[in-house]
């Protein structure tokens, strides 16, 4: 039996509890836009990786071409990381006193 780095079925779990997180950020966008949305593409990120890995182990590859998606969706949550960086940077909150 060859020592397999993934299992298929805990691929199955990780790709369902990526699934919820995913819906939970989606319908709770409206509470923090900016970080629902930067959740969503990295749950659908880790998504598309563990699809591939599953299709890979299987033998049959269905997902043409995730490295364009993955890059995208990566780059808005990088730039969105990118700008929130910023935003704290640019708050001057005075030191504290006693």
């Known amino acids: ?3 397999e780095k993934f299992d298929i079925e ?3 779990l990780i790709e369902n509890k990526l699934d919820y997180i995913y819906s939970i950020a989606k319908s709770n966008y ?3 836009p900016e970080l629902m949305d930067t959740i969503e593409n990295l749950a659908q990120v880790a998504n598309i ?3 591939s890995r599953i299709q890979e182990l299987k033998g049959h590859v269905i997902t043409s ?3 364009g998606f993955i890059v995208s969706k990566i780059a808005n949550s990088y ?3 990118q700008n929130y960086e910023k935003q704290k940077k640019d708050i001057n909150v005075p030191p504290w006193k006693l």
Do not use: T
């Open 49 to 51: 990786f563990a699809k």
């Open 79 to 81: 730039s969105r990381m």
């Open 10 to 12: 805990i691929l199955k």
């Open 30 to 32: 409206n509470d923090n």
């Open 1 to 3: 039996m060859q020592n």
């Open 65 to 67: 071409s995730p490295q």
